[in-house]
């Protein structure tokens, strides 16, 4: 049986670290076996350079994609920028004959500029996402997910999942137990738990330009185990229910409610990742009384569980 030809495609100032990790998955050689046909591909088949002091020499031009099963595009160095005609043509015909086509973290926009991605879902890295979103409306981006796949189309989150959606294609050509070998020999997992969603930063505004809510938001802070209701907080405020939540929703950009709950998961990250205290006591110290509430909010905001957001970022647990 032939191997599957790996197609890695060059564009200007690309990132070393974005090339390394496709260029290490698919050029890997097992003790028993090599496992991909990987060239290094660019077009007009000239050598580019990458970020600071790299320099590539390639394997060949766009032509050498059409004899690929999988067509990767590492990054991309400017959202701003199309790729040329023939790159997105390329990238089209290999997907029109079967072929795998991937866009590793920003590289998801050289596939939606290529129009590959229409009507279908795909990932990219989380701080791209308001950018994306409006750049290509009719591209279902998934906010969360480390990789898609769709119809061959494959997009990752930033960076380092990379690592991830190169390793999903290794299982989708040579199944779980070579995919865990390679994984091995790399010193990382198979698979990763959960999504980009707890990487993305959410913070909450310290301040507002609101005095009054300035100082609600510094009593909040202080006592966040402490039961809170609207009319309480509208009467240390000296105004009325109804004014008190139009201030309140002004000010922060947000409810009393889902302030709290998000004022609550970062005090609640912040023990998981600096103390050895039980996902009780963290609870009730955060303001969610229960375990299970604390639970319930927090893997819906994060897509993990405390647990597994403790191994991932703690660092006395």
Known sequence: MSLPNVGLILHP????????????VFGIALSDRTLFNLSIVAPGGNSIEGERAMTVKPDGGLELLDNMDIAIV??????NEAPPPE?????VRCHERGAHVVGLCYGTYALAYAGLLDGRRASTHWMAEQDFSGRFPNVKLDTNALYVEEDRLVTSAG????????LFLVREYYGAQVANK?????????????????????????STQD???NRLLDY??????ASHTIDELAERTAMSRRTFTRNFHKATGMTVVAWLVSERLRRGRELLETTSLSVE???EKAGFHTATSFRQHFRQRHQVSPRDWRKTFGGNA
Do not use: K
């Open 211 to 213: 005095a009054h809510i």
């Open 159 to 166: 960076t380092a999942a990379g690592l991830d959606c190169c």
């Open 74 to 79: 590492p990054g991309w160095h400017d959202l």
């Open 220 to 225: 909040l802070r202080e006592n966040l185990s």
């Open 281 to 283: 006591a963290i609870a």
């Open 87 to 91: 790159l997105c043509e390329a990238l």
């Open 13 to 24: 100032h690309f990132s070393p670290f974005h090339f390394s990790v496709p260029y290490m």
């Open 182 to 206: 390679v994984a091995r020999a790399m010193i990382v997992p198979p698979h990763r738990e959960g999504g980009q969603a707890q990487f993305i930063e959410q913070p909450v505004a310290a």
